[in-house]
Each structure stands twice: as structure tokens, then as C-alpha cells.
């Protein structure tokens, strides 16, 4: 049943979820309420009509797994990438176990110079629990990377449900209006941050904005 669910939400993304996906959704589930927070510091809140309307955030260096891919339309990138990721945390890396969820997941997205549509190639980014950090277990799958990312200095907004290509180009926009005019911050990269998993209807998304360095 917990297979067929899956399987109903990755059709909606048009990604067929391949049957060796149903012990690393098992496992998935089955340790859904151990996920460890990314580590990060809150720099300031930024509050609109009492509800805070976006927050800045430092985080620091850190090992992640990372997997790109580009394919036809942005879901389908985002859900092979996980399902790759999926795969090295339930078992397939030099340790052979599972390894632990962290949450968020980050997707790098880049937009087209128009700034109308996103680019094909996402990087997706898996933050190697704490105890990893220093030893990351070694992926089998030669796809996924292991990278020493920079410290980061984002200012990030949540959202719910879906992230479609339409939702995202949505959610900048709609984050560029409530910043005004600002050069202190990428235009054109930006980070989709995933706390739930993918079967979770309404689940909480943040679009990150990254300062300038």
C-alpha cells in the first residue's frame, strides 16, 4: 500500500518509481521522525502584518551528497535525484546502512536569462548527518558526489505544497516583490529547500534568495 502511494504521487510528477524503490521507502518511513536539522544560524526575522514574512540565515561549511540531473521538466529532475539519494541513505554506500535523514533537501535551480523558465540542470543536495561529517560514507552510485559546500548567507520565505516549475517562478517572483529592489542578493540561482517527502501533499518548501558574498 505504502509502495502504491508512492507510486500514484511520482505519476504526477510523469516519473515511473522503479519496484527497488520499496525497501529504501520502508526505511523512509519507518525513520520519519528521526531527521536531524541542517545546522544554521538565524540572523534576523523579517515580520509583515504580524506573520513573519521571510528570515535570514547563515549556514555553515558542511559535506552533502549531491546528485544533477536535467531532465524534461523539473519534477522529474528533482524526484530520479532523490530517488538516487534515497538509495545511498537506506544502504548503498561504503558502510552499508542507513545513514539518517537530514532535512532540508536543496535544489539549486538556475534560471534562463529571460528569467522566464528554469534551466534544465538541478543539483540536488543531501546534508550528511553530523556523525558523517567527517568520514562521509562512500556512495556506490557513481552519480553522486560528495562536496564540501561553502558557508552560505540566504534570506528564505516558506511555501506549501507542490513544487512545480510553474509554483517556484511564482514564489520569486512573488519574493522579489516583498524585497523591492535589492543588488545584495544572486539573481538568476536560487535554492528550493524540502522538508517533507515527496508522498506528503501539503508539505513545507522554502525559497532561499543567496547573498552576494
Known sequence: RLFAHWEAVASTHRVSLPRDMAGPIAQMVRHSQAREPVPYVSLSQHGKCEEAAYEERRYPA?????????????????????????????????VGCHLGMTVPVLNEIHLTKEGTELEREVLTAYYLPGEFQQNPPVPTDPEIHITERAPLHVITRVFYGMTTEETILREISLFWELLGSTDTVLQGTYIVASYENPSIPQHRNEIWFIRQA
Open 62 to 94: 558542511g559535506k552533502w551528497a549531491c546528485v544533477t540531473m536535467g531532465e524534461p521538466i523539473y519534477e522529474q529532475s528533482i524526484s530520479m535525484s532523490f530517488m538516487k539519494l534515497m538509495r545511498y541513505i537506506c544502504k548503498e554506500n561504503s
